[in-house]
């Protein structure tokens, strides 16, 4: 089993930039598929970006594509999530998400069997 704490949100003007991280616990860091998700007031839990056990796969969703990067680092057993030219609508509670099994379908938040507490980011106009 792993614990996840994300750290890194806050409070930023649009266009600016913020990178959140994710640590996990156990020694088994590298095991696990992992992914970042958001949940805005009123909305649904969606799909931000993951990243296979191998860090050249990542995925992205659309609305972010191009302006966040995820990455790990395996030997500090950490995720990050870079997220650059900030938007209003990136204003969410931020999840990390990981998972031992082999996801088919990295974006769904049922693939995922372990969840931080999450983190707010806000990005004023």
């Known amino acids: 089993q792993v614990q996840l704490v994300e750290s890194g949100g806050g409070l930023v003007q649009a266009g600016g930039s913020l990178r959140l991280s994710c640590a996990a616990s156990?020694?088994?860091?590298?095991?696990?598929?992992m992914a970042w998700f958001r949940q805005a007031p009123g909305k649904e839990r969606e799909f931000v970006a993951a990243?296979?056990?191998?860090?050249?796969?990542?995925y992205y969703a659309d609305s972010v594509k191009g302006r966040f990067t995820i990455s790990r680092d395996n030997a500090k057993n950490t995720m990050y999530l870079q997220m650059n030219s900030l938007k209003p609508e990136d204003t969410a509670v931020y999840y990390c998400?990981?998972?031992?099994?082999?996801?088919?379908?990295?974006?769904?938040?049922?693939?995922?069997?372990?969840w931080g507490q999450g983190t707010q980011v806000m990005v004023s106009s």
């Open positions: 998400a990981a998972t031992l099994r082999t996801a088919r379908n990295y974006d769904r938040n049922y693939e995922y069997d372990y």
């Open positions: 990243i296979r056990r191998s860090v050249s796969n990542t």
């Open positions: 156990g020694r088994t860091f590298s095991s696990y598929a």
